[in-house]
């Protein structure tokens, strides 16, 4: 068995880290970069038709080349705050990437107002172009975002304003969640570390752990009552300012989706929902418990912690990922060898799991936790998902490369499933397969219920949003009622601060970041029944359909790829009853068990 590092190498991009002077040069040349796009950008006209596809062809290769360079920045700087929350100098990167990401928002903000000039003729005809029809679509998306927006000036201030108006709560929020300590078992630790206790055998330590992580979030709760409403208001204050009334727009335009699409999806979940109320029961019963906590949800059943070593978990990733695809799990092993992985537990790390892209390099970067869970295992296979999506597309136009988030979920959790499928065959007898199924059936709940309490949550809250500001006993009150909904009363206690503990909630790049894991979870079964029924010859059809997930809408990537519609609730419902049967072998094989 190989053995690996568990920290990532970060000087195989730029040595030297927040200091780097390689780093400090590649910003200034983008920089430079950006000058030249502005000026292009500038002088492009569509005065004279049989020069414009001559201009914009200009426009296009810098403007590449710049998307490259900001994505790389943004990549290595969330690299950097994400190690060492204390990282001072990282920190003033993390300021100079916010600037650099308003004057390039700036810049194509600029660009789509001369879009919008042309004539809708004339562009179609420009679309036909040997230069433009690789990257038609996105280019048609952007004029037509472009014109549901305020004028060019106005979205540019609204971009200024941002950096210290907006972006910054966020950044408050990860700085004030950076420096918490939380003592558990008469340890400090840092908010990731204690999270990971929530998944300990032992009941004690559990509540212990969500004892202490709730009274840490109710002692900060007025400052993330603050950083909440504040970000949400000047979203909400943006969007009634380009008469947007539906503070859903927003995220369903950012992930390429229709609203039928996600009633469709969540009313499919409500339907089967009855299924999980049973599991939630029948674990109850296995832990000895009338009905569980909410803390006692991700808990293991076998009555011991399980422990994979970082090692042993890689190993058995890249075997598994060899199975459905032998150039995944070459790439997972090359991901290790190469040490793109930052897995170290260790304090002073931010909590949570990220992947992120450095499309210049062609490199990727993974962070995480890792303390040998089972769940620890699945993460590490879902982020390798997100890399290895980002590895197919390494090649195309760098403005086909922005795929959104609910498709990015996709292959991030057809990793994952492979995985988690996997490990249930390998076992080797009821008890561990009913433990194995336990694990799967844990990250449905999450994704139909956990996340849709999430959605529940967040569309109330901004719906009371834009009447005033809302109140931390109020927000408390609005997440226990959605945690109730979502898990349709199956628990005895709820987590009255989730909205001030979720990372998630006070991100300021995508609004809404919750049911597109939903999305990308039931999307991904499709996917996974195909790949079962084809075998090996679905590998290359499984690279095309990631190949165009930056390129279409997630409605038309369905219908080409799979043949499904998701607008009608029988594909969802079909992919629910995928799940189920992993529900309903869990209870056809802990019937009659008890607690010890």
């Known amino acids: 068995m190989n053995t690996y590092n568990l920290r990532w190498n ?43 596809a001559v201009l914009l062809t200009g426009v296009l290769d810098v403007l590449q080349t710049v998307t490259k360079r900001i994505r790389e920045i943004g990549a290595f700087v969330s690299c950097l705050t994400a190690q060492d929350v ?36 004339h562009w179609e005809g420009l679309l036909q172009e040997d230069s433009f029809s690789p990257v038609s679509f996105v280019l048609e998306e952007r004029r037509k975002r472009a014109k549901e927006k305020l004028p060019a000036d106005q979205e540019s201030l609204i971009n200024d304003l941002s950096v210290d108006g907006y972006h910054a709560w966020g950044q408050l929020y990860n700085s004030i969640v950076g420096k918490m300590a939380i003592s558990v078992e008469g340890k400090e630790l840092s908010v990731g570390q204690a999270s990971n206790k929530l998944s300990s055998s032992n009941r004690k330590v559990r509540k212990e752990a969500a004892g202490k992580l709730q009274e840490a979030w109710e002692e900060k709760s007025d400052l993330f009552t603050e950083t909440l409403n504040h970000l949400a208001g000047f979203r909400l204050q943006t969007y009634k300012h380009r008469g947007w009334n539906n503070t859903l727009k927003e995220p369903l335009d950012i992930n390429r989706m229709n609203k039928k699409t996600l009633h469709a999806m969540w009313n499919a979940i409500t339907k089967y929902k009855k299924y999980y109320t049973k599991y939630l029961s029948r674990k109850a019963d296995l832990l000895g418990l009338d009905k569980l906590a909410i803390y006692d949800v991700g808990a293991p059943i076998g009555g011991a912690d399980q422990k994979l070593s ?21 790439f997972a092993e090359m991901a290790f060898d190469k040490r793109w992985i930052e897995a170290e537990d260790r304090p002073g790390k931010r909590p949570g799991g990220f992947c992120t892209s450095f499309p210049d390099s062609k490199e990727t970067r993974i962070f995480m936790t890792y ?32 795929y959104a988030m609910n498709v990015a979920e996709t292959a991030s959790t057809f990793a994952e499933m492979i995985v988690a499928d996997a490990a249930v065959k390998h076992a080797e007898n009821g008890a561990e397969k009913a433990v194995l199924l336990e694990d799967k059936v844990q990250r449905s709940v999450a994704f139909f219920m956990n996340i849709h309490a999430r959605f529940l949550f967040e569309t109330r809250f901004y719906e009371e949003r834009k009447q005033g500001m809302v109140p931390t006993a109020r927000l408390n009150e609005l997440m226990v009622d959605a945690q109730r909904e979502a898990y349709q009363e199956a628990l005895g206690e709820y987590d009255p601060y989730f909205w001030a503990s979720k990372l998630h909630f006070h991100i300021t790049g995508v609004p809404f970041y919750n049911f597109p894991y939903t999305f990308g979870y039931l999307f991904s079964l499709g996917i996974y029944a195909q790949s079962l029924k084809e075998g090996n010859e679905f590998e290359n059809k499984y690279i095309s359909l990631l190949q165009d997930t930056g390129k279409m809408r997630v409605e038309d990537l369905a219908e080409k790829h799979l043949g499904v519609n998701l607008e009608q609730q029988e594909f969802w419902e079909d992919a629910m009853k995928v799940c189920i049967k992993d529900v309903e072998e869990f209870l056809k094989l802990t019937a009659g068990t008890t607690a010890e």
């Open 310 to 330: 970082y090692d042993e978990g890689a190993a058995f990733i890249i075997e598994q990922f060899g199975k459905f695809s032998p150039k995944m799990a070459e």
């Open 10 to 52: 970060l000087d195989s991009l730029f040595p030297g880290e927040s200091n780097s002077k390689e780093f400090e040069s590649y910003v200034q040349k983008t920089e430079q970069f950006m000058l030249q796009l502005k000026d292009k950008v500038e002088d492009l006209s569509f005065a004279n038709e049989e020069g414009d």
């Open 371 to 402: 303390s040998g869970t089972p769940s620890n295992v699945a993460t590490l296979a879902h982020e390798l998902g997100h890399a290895y999506h980002q590895h197919v597309m390494n090649d195309l136009p760098i403005l086909n490369q922005g």
């Open 86 to 121: 204390n990282d001072i100098k990282a920190k003033e990167w993390l300021a100079k990437r916010s600037q650099l990401g308003a004057d390039y928002s700036n810049i194509l903000t600029k660009l789509d107002e001369k879009l919008m000039e042309v004539g809708d003729q």
